[in-house]
């Protein structure tokens, strides 16, 4: 059984960083690579997670132009964890970021619905103006 575990959410001031952390459990065998999204505000229904950036199983990462420049997403040795890397945040961050594992990922998806193989519980990010 594939698990996913998030960390690293929480509330910080505008222009603050955090670091969000998501470990994988038994996707050792499979060929998906892992990343994130976050729930956006105001989207339809079945597209309210926009994608935010990805590592595949090679190890080549996306990162969406929204957030280039201040969120980096990296993995450690063992491929099983990723690290996605937030700096000079913005209110307009604010969301749940939730972890998931895919080999195909969409621009935008249901939270946690059945596009994307495999999700987190998600963590929630709050940015203080």
């Known amino acids: 059984e594939v698990h996913l575990e998030e960390s690293g959410g929480g509330t910080v001031q505008a222009g603050g960083s955090l670091i969000l952390s998501c470990t994988a459990s038994?996707?050792?065998?499979?060929?998906?690579?892992m990343g994130w999204y976050r729930q956006v505000p105001g989207k339809e229904l079945g597209k309210e997670c926009e994608?935010?950036?990805?590592?595949?199983?090679?190890?080549?990462?996306f990162v969406e132009d929204s957030v280039k420049g201040r969120f980096t997403i990296s993995r450690d040795n063992s491929g099983t964890t990723v690290f996605l890397q937030m700096k000079s945040l913005i209110p307009e961050d604010t969301a749940v970021y939730y972890c998931?594992?895919?080999?195909?990922?969409?621009?935008?998806?249901?939270?946690?619905?059945?596009?994307?193989?495999?999700w987190g519980k998600g963590t929630p990010v709050t940015i203080a103006s």
């Open positions: 998931a594992a895919d080999s195909v990922w969409l621009g935008f998806t249901a939270c946690r619905g059945r596009y994307m193989k495999y």
């Open positions: 038994g996707l050792t065998d499979d060929n998906s690579g």
């Open positions: 994608r935010v950036a990805r590592v595949t199983k090679d190890g080549r990462t």
